[in-house]
């Protein structure tokens, strides 16, 4: 028996490794028939530090982050994915994308880029994606390599 997802989500932030996690969740929830959750979390503990310019940084980020995920749920429709959900969240990307969203959501695949932080970096700050690998209640898949299954040139250097 073929195991069947019904409802992926991936997060996207606009990076390039957000984009190629995207490209390859269309594919799989249109061979799966499945529903496509695109999310976006706002990281609430960035804008902590500045009290007087919070509010509207805020705002600014939760109208690019609608933008962003507009941008892809149109994508998603025009390559054949029939249902996709947009969810812009606020607070911890760790926790909200391991935990909260897959929960509440029913989600049963999570589909993430491979972050492009060093070993110093993780080693001070951690990657979303090292977390939702650790703590996800569903299955996880980091993507590294694009449509054609190759490694993007500026990785390879990496």
Do not use: W
Request: aromatic share 4%; charged share 30%; glycine share 4%.
């Amino acid at each position: 028996m073929l195991q069947e997802y019904k409802k992926i989500m991936v997060a996207v932030d606009g990076s390039k490794e957000a984009e190629l996690a995207f490209q390859k969740a269309v594919n799989v929830a249109r061979r799966n028939d499945s529903e496509l959750l695109l999310v976006h979390v706002i990281d609430t503990r960035a804008f902590q530090t500045i009290s007087s310019l919070d509010g509207m940084m805020m705002e600014q980020a939760s109208e690019m982050a609608k933008q962003t995920l507009a941008d892809y749920q149109k994508a998603a429709s025009e390559a054949g994915v029939n249902q996709v959900k947009t969810i812009i969240e606020y607070g911890s990307p760790k926790s909200v994308i391991a935990k909260e969203l897959p929960e509440s959501e029913k989600v049963d695949l999570i589909m993430l880029g491979a972050t492009g932080l060093n070993a110093v970096e993780r080693l001070f700050i951690g990657s979303v994606s090292e977390y939702v690998i650790r703590h996800a209640i569903c299955d996880v898949l980091i993507v590294r390599t694009d449509l054609d299954n190759k490694v993007p040139e500026d990785e390879e250097e990496k």
